[in-house]
């Protein structure tokens, strides 16, 4: 095919894109279903496949909520020739089936009209959480992952072991890392069998009264309908994460539609990194299309790997020649990228993997390819930084990763923010199933470096990380040994982190929590807390994750 016809096919092609995607908008403006069943929680695609029937058992929506579970499927014919159908997803899906617990509570939250401050009680203040640590492969090893020294400082009962790794702490009420309300002694309950309740699950406190708890007006009863709009983690990089991308709205409603037992839920997954160490590492988004003609040229093993059709249409644009075809000529690339026989495959890693170890002054690229190979060896991923920016990031510093973008993370202590979703695509340096189809069809295609943040200093005590959606936002507060900081109100509950020194927070009489390295607690809505912090010792700092109630300031 030479340039000429690739450009012809992919202008079809987006012609088939631009109505069916016209198709969804029109279909998404149909009233919500009769249908009485709902979605009501968050469930895990990375790590266990029994999250789907967890939530199913645990959360059911109460049965006045007007949205489908069992999504409407509308098989629509394309207006173009069918063997075109097979480059976009043509499946229309009810997408009221998004609406989530998640969800409903960020539709709450939104359309507040009035904020305002409520009376701390002992029903609504501060609660100390315990957290769970995730050991996953990549994590790192013992005490030497923030992880394992976190998990270790909120819980006393628990003991770091030195073999195992610690990959990640999660923050919030995902049910494959569910945090707990810490009761005290006078809320400490029996049961049946003698045995001591000295904990709650989170999920179970914010729905026995989301009014108060979740900010959502007029819900002072127990429901299962909300939850918190974030999941917060502390992660603890010592291996390459895989190479994915996360959906949006509308690709993850018919990802998980066709395919519920990898896509357990219909929610897009956008989150947001803040490094806590100098030596954070990760790639993102394709890098601009010169850079990767470049690579191209200086890394003959790829456009062997390619073949030369796919490399002279990426010369071809990298040279400025068709700059409005780029997207259509990289993405061409990516699946003859990813589709490539796996001998060929094989075959041109060795020689890449040969040549490189042979050189005597190694680029930045070199290093990291071979790190990749030496952590996967035989990965179609180990070729990946010739495509994707490599990003080094110092400590604060931060990005975010929107939809349908590829990225995997390399080393590093990070926080981590994100909608209530955990809709992973994958496709490389991973041995978890890879949906390379998928991922090829998902992606932006955009060449760009991705921005790097170090937040908005708001005053001389907070900073800000605001991503451009409404799900999520990260508060850094910092305060001098001996002096207070009052946490102001916000309409959305929070989830607070310790990251270092020691003190209190306090609501009037009503709760005096101390507070150090690791702990964490949970903050309900439109509820003010003061920061105390101890007068011998460093700063006291703490991170607030929260809805982003931030976004309009």
């Known amino acids: 095919m030479n340039l000429l ?50 939530m199913q058992s645990g959360r059911v929506i109460n049965h ?57 009680t002992v029903d609504n203040c501060l609660r100390p959480l315990s957290c769970v640590a995730q050991e996953y492969a990549w994590g790192k090893i013992g005490s030497d992952g923030l992880v394992a020294r976190m998990k270790e400082a909120q819980s006393s009962d628990f003991r770091i072991d030195n073999a195992k790794p610690y990959a990640e702490l999660w923050i919030g009420t995902h049910p494959n890392g569910m945090s707990n309300i810490v009761l005290p002694p006078d809320e400490i309950t029996m049961t049946d069998d003698d045995c001591k309740l000295n904990i709650m699950p989170l999920i179970d406190y914010v729905q026995m009264n989301p009014e108060l708890h979740l900010g959502v007006e007029g819900q002072a009863e127990s429901s299962d309908d909300y939850d918190l709009t974030f999941l917060f983690k502390v992660l603890s990089i010592n291996k390459v994460l895989s190479i994915q991308a996360h959906p949006d709205k509308l690709l993850a409603a018919q990802l998980h539609t066709d395919n519920p037992s990898a896509y357990k839920d219909p929610n897009h997954k956008p989150e947001m990194a803040v490094a806590l160490t100098d030596d954070f590492e990760a790639m993102s988004g394709f890098r601009p299309i010169a850079e990767i003609g470049k690579n191209l040229r200086e890394y003959p093993e790829f456009s062997d790997l390619i073949g030369l059709e796919a490399r002279d249409h990426l010369l071809e644009a990298a040279n400025s020649h068709y700059e409005h075809h780029q997207k259509k000529i990289l993405k061409h690339l990516f699946r003859s990228y990813m589709e490539a026989n796996e001998q060929v495959l094989q075959s041109q890693l060795h020689k890449l993997i040969s040549r490189l170890s042979k050189k005597s002054d190694l680029l930045e690229l070199d290093k990291l390819i071979l790190k990749l190979a030496d952590q996967f060896p035989g990965d179609s991923g180990i070729f990946a930084p010739l495509l994707f920016n490599h990003l080094k990031l110092k400590k604060g510093e931060a990005f975010y990763i929107g939809a349908n973008e590829p990225h995997a993370y390399i080393q ?61 936002a990260i508060e850094i ?69 929260l809805s982003n109630v931030h976004l309009q300031n």
Request: charged residues 20%; proline residues 5%; aromatic residues 6%.
């Open 64 to 120: 006045h909520v007007q949205w489908n579970s069992t999504p409407i499927i509308q098989n629509l014919p394309s207006s173009i020739d069918d063997e075109f159908l097979d480059d976009g997803i043509v499946t229309t899906v009810d997408v009221s089936m998004i609406r989530n617990a998640s969800a409903n509570a960020l539709s709450a939250l939104v359309s507040k009209e009035n904020d305002f401050e409520v009376e701390v």
């Open 412 to 472: 590093g202590d990070i926080l981590e923010c994100m909608a209530c979703s955990d809709n992973v695509v994958r496709a490389g340096l991973t041995p978890k199933l890879k949906d390379v189809e998928t991922l090829v069809k998902m992606l932006t295609y955009e060449c760009c470096v991705p921005k790097i943040s170090c937040g908005k200093q708001v005053d001389s005590n907070k900073t800000l990380y605001v991503p451009p959606v409404e799900d999520f």
């Open 477 to 545: 507060v910092e305060v001098p040994a001996g002096s207070r900081y009052v946490l102001n109100d916000v309409r959305s509950p929070s989830v607070l982190l310790t990251l270092g020194g020691s003190g209190s927070l306090q609501q009037g009489s009503i709760q005096s929590l101390p507070v150090s390295f690791g702990e964490s607690a949970f903050m309900s809505a439109n509820t003010t807390a003061t920061i105390i912090a101890n007068e011998n010792g460093p700063n006291l700092k703490i991170v607030r994750a």
């Open 5 to 54: 016809d690739l450009m012809i096919t992919e202008q079809h092609r987006d012609m088939a894109t631009i109505e069916n995607r016209f198709r969804l908008q029109q279909f998404s403006k149909m009233g919500p279903p009769h249908s009485t069943n709902g979605t009501s929680g968050q469930y895990n695609d990375e790590y266990d496949d029994n999250a789907h029937q967890k």
